[in-house]
């Protein structure tokens, strides 16, 4: 099944399913490995874990409501740093389950986490440091938690998220030092 069907699935279930009362709560969607996910090691692609994660934030962003308004506008999610560590390999025609949520935000970046499961075991576990993108630049997180209707703040990051930050932060100015 390619990756086109699956994301017009995402779409079409979005419209079926309930609306999340909060993008901070875990959201959960379950899909299967197909051959054309394998690399030559006959498990899943390391590439192919982020596309498929990604189908985990659009799904997050249709049922919350923003997908469509985010198009109209000409508003794009982007990531802009992620952190992937795996811990087992999703084997062909395996049901997993990618769990995806808003940890938290600041005045221009989104922080998510989430994990893909086989029978609630951890495969792997992603941070993701993002943006909405405009036509003019990037849209305030605060316009987004807005249109989300979340009620809370944003909370501090846990010890993982913010090392993983540092560590960042650290390789940004490096790179600028050698630019």
Same mark, same amino acid.
């Given at each position: 099944m390619n990756l086109i069907f699956r994301m017009l699935w995402v779409v079409i279930r979005s419209f079926v399913t309930p609306k999340p009362a909060d993008m901070t709560q875990i959201h959960r969607l379950r899909l299967k490995v197909f051959p054309n996910d394998l690399d030559t090691n006959f498990h899943v692609n390391n590439g192919r874990y982020l596309t498929l994660l990604d189908l *985990?934030? $659009?799904?997050?962003? +249709?049922?919350?409501?923003?997908?469509? =308004?985010?198009?109209?506008?000409?508003?794009? =999610?982007?990531?802009?740093?992620?952190?992937?560590?795996?811990?087992?390999? +999703? %084997?062909?025609? !395996? &049901?997993? !389950?990618?769990? &995806?949520?808003l940890v938290s935000w600041d005045k221009t970046w989104l922080y998510f986490e989430q994990k893909m499961l086989v029978e609630n075991k951890l495969a792997c576990h992603i941070l993701i440091k993002?943006?909405? $993108? *405009?036509?003019? *630049?990037?849209? =305030?997180? !605060?316009? +987004?938690? %807005?249109?989300?209707k979340i009620k809370s703040s944003a909370e501090e990051l846990p010890e993982h998220f913010s090392k993983w930050l540092e560590s960042e932060e650290l390789w940004r100015r490096t790179e600028l030092r050698q630019a």
């Open positions: *985990g934030r $659009l799904d997050l962003l +249709l049922r919350a409501g923003l997908f469509f =308004p985010f198009v109209r506008r000409g508003w794009k =999610p982007v990531v802009a740093s992620v952190s992937l560590r795996f811990k087992r390999s +999703l %084997k062909i025609f !395996e &049901t997993f !389950e990618i769990q &995806t949520r993002g943006v909405i $993108l *405009g036509p003019k *630049g990037k849209i =305030p997180s !605060e316009v +987004l938690i %807005k249109m989300a």
